[in-house]
């Protein structure tokens, strides 16, 4: 049995390897994540979840792990910005307000799948202007969903969360591990 992370994460793969797993393999799924007309962010997380792992190859004894992160304002999706004007434009509609992030987790074994969805909240402290233009300075909203991450310099802007630390940064820890058990996968030898 071999376990394959379908996601080029390196949080992914951080967050897993905290938890004493490592993949066998890493094979990121290229699949279109673009929303569907007047979807709302978790059916979304969740369908580009599923869509991830149906897109990956695997024996019938391998076990395949997927996820997706969204970032949700009200029923917007704020996805990963195409260029600074963007995670501006993210940031500024996240200063002051609470948000939601929505992990979707699942894994196939054979014809068996296994999925769970992690709800967190998360608050921004009301963002200056150098604060936005410092952090955009610093790429790092680059290839983040809603233009930000948590366990970097955008921690500053985050006095208050509701919910799963580990899901906000791209893998709900908890769920995951539950996943992995019932598919199989030995976490605690």
């Known amino acids: 049995m071999r ?3 379908g996601s080029g994460s390196p949080r992914r793969r951080d967050i897993l ?3 004493g797993v490592t993949p066998d393999a890493i094979m990121a799924a290229d699949i ?3 929303p569907l007309k007047g979807e709302l962010p978790r059916p979304y997380c969740e369908r580009v979840t599923r869509a ?3 897109a990956i190859a695997a ?4 076990i395949v792990l997927c996820a997706d992160t969204t970032v949700a304002l009200g029923r917007r999706i704020l996805g990963k910005p195409e260029d600074a004007g963007e995670a501006a434009a993210f940031l500024h509609m996240l200063s002051g307000r609470r948000h939601s992030v929505i992990t979707a987790v699942a894994l196939r074994r054979g014809g068996r799948h296994w999925a ?3 709800v967190s909240q998360v608050k921004f402290k009301r963002l200056s202007d150098d604060e936005v233009n410092g952090y955009l300075a610093s790429g790092e909203w680059q290839g983040k969903a809603g233009g930000y991450a948590i366990q970097g310099r955008a921690a500053a802007f985050i006095p208050w969360i509701s919910g799963s630390y580990s899901a906000i940064m791209g893998l ?3 769920e995951a591990t539950q996943l992995l058990q019932a598919a199989g996968w030995r976490v605690w030898a």
């Open 3 to 5: 376990l394959i992370l």
């Open 52 to 54: 991830k792992l149906d």
């Open 17 to 19: 390897a905290s938890l």
């Open 172 to 174: 709900p820890a908890a």
């Open 59 to 62: 024996s019938p004894s391998d």
């Open 32 to 34: 279109d994540e673009t």
């Open 116 to 118: 769970r969805t992690q």
